[in-house]
């Protein structure tokens, strides 16, 4: 068979695309990780991780990237930065398009992470990291006795909400609208919880501070009434968008645009595996992405060797 250039291109450099790394180029497969220089890696978002098993006194999202990184390049795993355009079949090989060129190989990984959606409200970006979160379970305990805003009103942010009052002294549900979009067991166990307050109708117009979140401003969207509410917190809670805008209409997704895999990693396409947060599943955590990366890994492997001994 004609030697590709790389065994398995792996689309992404969070901790899932790292960790597939390691065991691909551990497993002596020649294999290139592509990272986008436009997107970040949730990780990198994070300061503080604390549910990381083996860092009881925890870490930062950007040493352990760094450690990730530097134990995939031990094991001879190629980097390039650079955005991925899209992928296509050749035969038998796949061609993954980036801005500058296009590479070849015999098998992908992709693992391209989501993005939070955003409020896209003044003092969001200037305060991510300062107050402003879009993870609950991530930083929920940095807010112990305070008072903090989720915004959203869907089960991921009610659930953030319950989450969060085993920390917070009071919490403010800001919906846009007169009722709860999440299932009624979540509604009953919030509106029963008397830390928490939900302001309805409304959405959040600011976030002011100085060194970090001190207030927003909210608006009623039915009196139009402007109010403040002073918090050190607020959680953006209103979904998140996975980053595979580049894959429609090839790769397998559900309606929201996450991969469909089998619990092997396997994707609707011959050679094409998918790990981390990108996919469909119900639990999207460092622990569990690093997880998928082996899986995915193990099952390129298998696949190749198969495909290497036609
Ligand atoms: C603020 C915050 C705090 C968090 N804290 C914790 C915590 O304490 N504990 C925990 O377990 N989890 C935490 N998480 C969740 C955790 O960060 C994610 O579950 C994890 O990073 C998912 O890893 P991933 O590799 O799937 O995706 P990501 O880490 O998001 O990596 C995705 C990668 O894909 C690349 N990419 C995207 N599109 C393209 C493209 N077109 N071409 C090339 N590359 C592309 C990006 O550049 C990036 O390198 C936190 C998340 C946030 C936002």
């Not at 180029?25 to 986008?36: G, H, M, P, Q, T």
């Not at 992908?108 to 609950?136: Q, Y």
Request: charged share 30%; aromatic share 8%; proline share 2%.
């Amino acid at each position: 068979m004609k030697d590709f250039l790389y065994d398995v291109i792996i689309i992404g450099g969070g901790p899932a695309g790292l960790s597939a790394g390691i065991y691909t180029a551990r497993a002596r497969l020649k294999s290139l990780l592509i990272e986008s220089e436009n997107f970040f890696s949730q990780l990198a978002l994070t300061d503080r991780i604390e549910n990381y098993p083996g860092f009881p006194e925890g870490v930062t999202g950007s040493s352990l990237l760094e450690r990730f990184k530097r134990q995939a390049k031990d094991f001879g795993l190629e980097f390039s930065s650079s955005n991925v355009k899209g992928i296509k079949r050749e035969e038998n090989k796949w061609l993954i398009e980036t801005e500058d060129r296009v590479y070849e190989s015999l098998a992908i990984i992709i693992a391209v992470g989501v993005r939070p959606k955003r409020l896209g409200v003044k003092g969001e970006t200037e305060f991510t990291g300062r107050g402003v979160s879009f993870c609950a379970i991530c930083d929920g305990i940095l807010f112990k006795d305070r008072d903090i805003v989720v915004v959203g009103g869907g089960d991921t942010a009610v659930e953030e909400a319950i989450f969060l009052s085993r920390f917070a002294k009071k919490i403010y549900l800001v919906h846009r609208r007169d009722s709860l979009r999440a299932t009624k067991i979540l509604q009953e166990r919030l509106l029963s919880n008397e830390r928490i307050e939900i302001i309805w109708d409304s959405v959040v117009e600011e976030i002011c501070g100085k060194k970090g979140v001190e207030k927003i401003k909210v608006r009623n969207l039915k009196t139009k009434e402007e109010r403040e509410i002073p918090c050190s917190g607020v959680f953006v809670s209103i979904g998140f968008i996975p980053n595979t805008e580049v894959f429609k209409g090839i790769l397998g997704l559900d309606s929201e645009g996450y991969i469909i895999t089998d619990e092997n990693m396997k994707t609707n396409l011959e050679g094409v595996f998918s790990c981390g947060d990108c996919r469909l599943k119900p639990l999207r955590q460092i622990v569990t992405a690093v997880s998928d990366g082996a899986v995915a890994a193990v099952s390129t492997e298998k696949y190749i060797e198969e495909l290497k001994s036609v």
